[in-house]
C-alpha cells in the first residue's frame, strides 16, 4: 500500500499501483472479500490489464502504459438500493468536470456512462455494486480512460479515440488522475448530501444527443425518437412520435443522428 499526495480527503489516500494485473475490479473485489476492511476511497491502479472488463461482459482493451485503468472503492451506505443509479450519475459528471477543464466542448456521456468524444468512444466505467440484502454496501467504480494511445485496433479504429488524439499533447497520467480524484470526491460528496438534482441536471447537460432525433434499434425494430431524459432508477426516455418509451440498459441500441 502506498500513500499519497492527492489534494482530497479520501479518495486515492490510499493507493496501490499495479504494474500487470487481469482487471483492478476483480483485484478490488477479491481484496475486499478476502483480506480486512480497506478504507473508502482506496483505490487500485494498473499499467496494464490482462483481462479488464466492460459493460455486459465486453473485453476492455488498453495499450500498456498509455491509459488510465482504476477503481475505486465507495460505500455509499446512504443511499438505497433504487437510488443506485445516482452514483453512476456522480461518477459520469466527475468524469465530465475533469475533461471539460481541457476542452469545453465536445466531451458527453452516452447513456448510461459511456465517456464520449464527438462520436467516438474515449472511456468507460464498470460500477459493481455490493448488497447485502436490501444494504448498499459498497460500489467498486472501476474506470477506463484512453488517453495517450493513438493506435487502435481496426476494429474500433473509427469508433475511438484518445485524449491525446483530441488535444493533439499527451497528458501526465498521475496529474489527470489527481484532477479525477478531485471532482469524484466533490460529486460524492453532493451526493453524500443528496444533491440529486443538481447532479442530475450536470448529468443531463453533458447527455450524448439529448433532444436530437436519432435512430435507435429495439430487437430487429429501427424507430427515430429523441432522448428527453432518464428515469429515477436510470432508464433511458426516449420520446417517438407515439408516445414516450422507457428502455433499460442493452435493450436499445443508438444507430445514428439526425440533423
Ligand atoms: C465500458 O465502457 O464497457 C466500461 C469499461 C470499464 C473499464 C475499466 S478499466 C478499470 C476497471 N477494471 C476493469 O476490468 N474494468 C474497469
Not at 480527503?9 to 494485473?21: D, M, N, R, S, Y
Not at 473485453?59 to 502504459?65: I, K, L, N, Q, T
Request: net charge neutral; hydrophobic share 40%.
Amino acid at each position: 500500500m502506498q500513500s499519497n499526495k492527492f489534494s482530497t480527503l479520501f479518495i486515492g489516500q490510499k493507493l496501490i499501483h499495479l504494474t500487470e494485473v487481469d482487471s483492478t475490479n476483480s483485484f478490488l473485489k477479491n481484496l475486499i472479500s478476502n483480506s480486512e476492511p480497506l478504507p473508502e476511497g482506496s483505490v487500485i491502479m494498473a499499467d496494464a490489464q490482462l483481462a479488464g472488463r466492460g459493460q455486459a461482459n465486453n473485453v476492455w482493451h488498453a495499450e500498456p502504459g498509455k491509459n488510465l485503468t482504476f477503481s475505486i472503492l465507495l460505500k455509499p451506505t446512504f443511499l438505497t438500493v433504487e437510488q443506485q443509479f445516482n452514483l453512476n450519475i456522480a461518477v459520469s459528471v466527475a468524469i465530465q468536470n475533469t475533461l471539460k477543464k481541457y476542452k469545453k466542448e465536445g466531451f458527453s456521456i452516452k447513456w448510461p456512462n459511456d465517456i464520449y468524444y464527438n462520436d467516438k468512444k474515449i472511456g468507460g466505467i464498470l460500477i459493481e455494486n455490493i448488497l447485502h440484502g436490501n444494504i448498499y454496501k459498497s460500489a467498486i467504480v472501476g474506470i477506463g480512460l484512453n488517453v495517450n494511445q493513438v493506435k487502435f485496433n481496426t476494429e474500433v479504429e473509427d469508433k475511438a479515440s484518445s485524449i491525446c488524439r483530441i488535444l493533439g499533447e499527451e497528458l501526465d497520467l498521475q496529474t489527470l488522475l489527481g484532477q479525477i480524484f478531485t471532482e469524484l470526491e466533490v460529486a460524492y460528496l453532493q451526493l453524500m448530501q443528496g444533491k440529486y438534482q443538481i447532479l442530475l441536471q450536470n448529468y443531463l447537460a453533458s447527455l450524448y444527443k439529448l433532444n436530437i432525433i436519432s435512430t435507435f434499434r429495439e430487437n430487429e425494430n429501427y424507430f427515430e425518437g429523441k432522448i428527453i431524459g432518464i428515469t429515477k432508477f436510470g432508464q433511458l426516455i426516449v420520446s417517438t412520435n407515439d408516445e414516450d418509451r422507457i428502455f433499460n440498459f442493452k435493450q436499445i441500441e443508438f444507430i445514428n443522428s439526425k440533423k
